[in-house]
Every structure is written in structure tokens, then in C-alpha cells.
């Protein structure tokens, strides 16, 4: 497994977009017909948060299982959520020119209570080293009905078109003190399918979440958790901050 551990000071480097219109311009690109990707290549995938308006990228392996920590996604969530008087905060994948259409949900608050959502499973569907297309495997496969929030996603394309997803997803009892928040920072992670240029089969398909149906996306977060815990005590807290309150108050 590739783990990768990006504190917040990495990820809000890359220009701010402001709006949905501008993400094709962000993550940019179009795929060389002479670029066709085989399996071990790398390639650049974008993550963005649609409602605040800042991306992250990075490198990711072709058909490698990666998995991805975004140390702050949580405290900046809650905090931009409070300020801006907004309920959801969500996230779109983009890889070169493909675009996932639907934003998935990573944290969602009401009168009563803060909950966010652990694990996003993004799948990148090739033919023949084309890329066709990117989308969330996500669902409640395994979590009991009161650990699963059904929600309408509306198409970043076309306001008119919208459609349900569900997702496991905690309370936030366990982000505590600033600090702690980071227990409850998103957690994706990257499978392929498809084949490659010279039409190898991707394997990495077998780790996408579907394929845990019969398991517990509790006993699943946990596991992937693992991965972090080591990590936590070298992020400078102080450091996400100030990024956060740069974000909330730009002009300060």
C-alpha cells in the first residue's frame, strides 16, 4: 500500500479557484494519444474543496492502491461551515481533462449535531491507457442504517441535475481538542480499473470499497487509520492554524 501523509501547509500551496467554473483550468490538461498510460507510470490528481475554493494535488502510480490522509481537511470543514453559516462541505476528484461530476459529502453538520465522513474510495477507469473517466465508489455496503447519510448531489455541470449517494459516516465525538480533529480529517483512497496501454488489467480494482460489502467500514477506517497514527505527533497544529485563518480571512 502507498501511504502518503500531506500536512496542510502542502496542499493549500496550489492556486485558490473560486469557482466550479474554474476547475478545468486548475488540474488542466488533456491526454497525449503518444502518453498512453501503463501500469507504474505516475500521473497528477487534484482534489478540491467545492464549497471553500482550494485544491490540493499530487502524484499517484498507475493501478497502485494509494491512500491518502488530508491533515486539516477537518478543522478548515468546521470552521469555514460555522463562519459561512453552510451545512456541507464536499469534495470533487479531477485527473487530467476528467472531472467527477457529483461532489462527495465530507462533512455535514444540523441543530444537533456535527458528523463527517471517513472514507472515500475515488476510481480512475482506463481503456487501453486512455483515461475515461473518474468516479466515487462510495456507499453504506456495511454500516448500520443510523451510521449512513443518504444525500443529494448536485452535477457541477448542470445545477438542473442532481442524484442520491450514501456514505458511512461518525459523529464527531472523537475530534475533541483542536488537535484531535485530525482523527477526523478525510481519508481517500485511489484503485484503477481498466486496462493499461498494453492492455494489462488493472488490479488495484480488487481494493475499491464495493468489494468490502461484507465487511465493517468501521473495522476498514480503523485499519487504514493504522497507516497515520505514527504520523500525527509531526504535524505542526499551529502551522494549519494559521493556514486556516489565512483561508477564513484572506485579506488579514
Known amino acids: 500500500m502507498n501511504n502518503k501523509y500531506f500536512s496542510f501547509l502542502f496542499f493549500i500551496m496550489f492556486q485558490l479557484f473560486s469557482n466550479t467554473e474554474e476547475i478545468d483550468l486548475v488540474c488542466n490538461g488533456k491526454q497525449d494519444e503518444d502518453k498512453k498510460l501503463k501500469i507504474g507510470d505516475n500521473t497528477t490528481i487534484c482534489i478540491h474543496f467545492k464549497e471553500i475554493g482550494i485544491r490540493m494535488a499530487f502524484t499517484i502510480e ?6 491518502f490522509n488530508i491533515a486539516g481537511g477537518y478543522y478548515l470543514s468546521d470552521h469555514f461551515s460555522n463562519k459561512n453559516n ?20 465530507i462533512y455535514h453538520k444540523n441543530e444537533n449535531e456535527k458528523n463527517y465522513f471517513p472514507l472515500l474510495n475515488i476510481v480512475i ?13 462510495n456507499n453504506c455496503y456495511s454500516c448500520k442504517d443510523d451510521q449512513c447519510h443518504e444525500y443529494l448531489s448536485v452535477n457541477i455541470n448542470n445545477d438542473s441535475d442532481s442524484k442520491s ?6 459523529k464527531d465525538e472523537s475530534c475533541g481538542s483542536e488537535k484531535e480533529t485530525l482523527n477526523c480529517d478525510p481519508k481517500l483512497y485511489v484503485t484503477w480499473f481498466g486496462t ?3 492492455n494489462r488489467q488493472m488490479k488495484s ?3 475499491a470499497m464495493s468489494k468490502f ?3 465493517s467500514i468501521g473495522s476498514l477506517y480503523d485499519n487504514l487509520c493504522e497507516a497515520f ?13 494559521k493556514n486556516v485563518e489565512n483561508i477564513l480571512n484572506p485579506s488579514n
Request: glycine share 2%; with cysteine; aromatic share 12%.
Open 62 to 67: 498507475v493501478d497502485k492502491f494509494s491512500l
Open 86 to 105: 453552510i451545512n456541507d462541505i464536499s469534495l470533487i476528484a479531477q485527473i487530467i481533462e476528467n472531472t467527477i461530476s457529483y461532489p462527495s459529502i
Open 125 to 137: 477507469k482506463v481503456e487501453k491507457g486512455n483515461i475515461y473517466d473518474i468516479v466515487w465508489d
Open 213 to 215: 460489502k461484507h465487511y
Open 165 to 170: 449517494f450514501k456514505n458511512c459516516y461518525k
Open 196 to 198: 493499461d496501454k498494453d
Open 205 to 207: 480494482s480488487n481494493m
Open 229 to 241: 497514527d505514527n504520523q500525527k505527533d509531526s504535524i505542526n497544529f499551529d502551522e494549519i492554524k
